[in-house]
């Protein structure tokens, strides 16, 4: 399961730039109370929250999630690729020479959600995306095809 650790600066990252929670909130369209338990780790934020979160700070994933304590500048408005990022997963279990099912035992789920996370066909939980790329020494960044 993921360390406590992880997903610590999303607090720090907003009262960096003097936001409050209603307000980013508003940005990605959710409710503040909602927000408000990504913050204080009640709930993990959905890696399309993390994607707009990420870009309009103009951040890394990696550091926001506390993969790396390296922040970078990130430009780009990225975009999610669900096909995109399901190549990279495949990707990463082929380098790593292990099957669906073996990477679903990892993961805590069945072989059935790997495959329809490769195929594209749905996006990645957060969760499991960075305990995959914890485990495999990946850039979430990578994984999720940010430039």
């Excluded at 730039?17 to 909602?34: E, F, G, R, T």
């Excluded at 993390?50 to 970078?72: A, H, P, S």
């Excluded at 990130?74 to 020479?97: A, W």
Aim: proline share 1%; hydrophobic share 40%; charged share 30%.
């Amino acid at each position: 399961m993921i360390d406590e650790f992880l997903l610590d600066k999303l607090k720090d990252i907003r009262e960096e730039h003097d936001i409050k929670q209603k307000d980013i909130a508003k940005k990605l369209n959710v409710s503040q109370p909602n927000y408000a338990r990504w913050e204080s780790k009640a709930k993990i934020i959905p890696l399309e929250k993390l994607n707009e979160l990420c870009n309009y700070f103009e951040i890394n994933m990696d550091y926001v999630v506390g993969i790396t304590k390296y922040r970078f500048k990130m430009l780009n408005n990225n975009v999610l690729d669900r096909k995109i990022i399901g190549q990279n997963i495949k990707k990463v279990r082929l380098d790593n020479d292990i099957t669906q099912k073996e990477l679903a035992t990892i993961l805590h789920t069945n072989q059935s959600v790997i495959s329809a996370y490769e195929s594209g066909k749905t996006l990645i939980l957060t969760a499991f995306a960075i305990e995959l790329c914890l485990k495999y020494h990946v850039s979430l960044d990578k994984l999720c095809n940010r430039k």
